[in-house]
């Protein structure tokens, strides 16, 4: 398989306020959200970051989308340094929950503005617009202000808003978190379908069966460190009783009793 991302001893530290390390606890004035983390993706493939809140999956999604740069480690996407973040940005579609869309605009003119600003030609953006819009449902709210959406809609605007370059790396973050389960199914179906087409995706979640049913490889992530990575069905057939929820509470409970 055709490598995709490949992330080697990435590490990310985060200065703490005085207010956060009361509500922390803690007199240390750094926090370690990423420690040493590495791993590849490929290809043809859907990877995710499992992990509570807080683990770091976030945090390692963002370094890869040269939102955050990394104090140390290296980064490659489709062979190209995170550095090169202009050509990086051709490669990767970025969608957090974090991200809103300006509530006065309309899916059209969001769509046409990020397509110009990725210097999309014109009979690409339609073409692209129309095969989008049809597949999350878009199309008939076109012309209605983001505000007036409901939320499903919302993040299927977003969601489509974010693959207006076709790229060939998709990069989620939590990305059926707060969704209705058909608006879930809609966007897993999307990436089983870009999966097919040979794009790489990898996705964050805590959200156990969601890897069950999605991923090809998973690597589990508690407190900054990658403690797990294989293919989905090698972890489970290890032991046939067992779903993700048991193997993920197995090596939490192992890395808590090895802390004390």
Do not use: W
């Amino acid at each position: 398989m055709q490598q995709s991302i490949v992330i080697k001893n990435l590490r990310k530290t985060f200065k703490l306020s005085k207010k956060q390390m009361r509500i922390d606890r803690t007199d240390i004035p750094v926090k370690v959200a990423v420690d040493g983390v590495s791993f590849t993706t490929y290809r043809g493939e859907i990877f995710g970051l499992l992990g509570p809140n807080g683990a770091g999956k976030t945090t390692t999604l963002r370094c890869i989308a040269t939102l955050i740069k990394p104090d140390e480690g290296e980064i490659t996407v489709e062979g190209v340094p995170v550095s090169d973040d202009v050509q990086i940005k051709k490669h990767i579609a970025f969608l957090t929950n974090e991200l809103k869309l300006e509530a006065q605009f309309t899916p059209n003119y969001l769509f046409d503005y990020f397509s110009r600003f990725y210097g999309i030609a014109p009979e690409i953006i339609e073409e692209r617009r129309n095969y989008l819009f049809q597949k999350f449902g878009i199309d008939k709210f076109a012309e209605v202000k983001i505000g007036e959406l409901s939320t499903g809609m919302q993040q299927k605007t977003s969601i489509a808003i974010s693959l207006v370059n076709d790229p060939d790396v998709i990069i989620f973050d939590e990305p059926t978190n707060g969704l209705d389960v058909i608006t879930a199914r809609t966007v897993t179906d999307y990436l089983k379908e870009m999966r097919n087409r040979g794009k790489s995706i990898i996705i964050s979640t805590h959200i156990m069966n969601l890897v069950e049913k999605i991923c090809d490889r998973v690597g589990i992530i508690l407190e900054g460190k990658m403690v797990l990575c294989d293919k989905v069905e090698n972890i489970l057939n290890k032991d046939q009783d067992k779903d993700m929820e048991d193997v993920f509470f197995k090596i939490f409970d192992e890395v808590k009793h090895e802390e004390y």
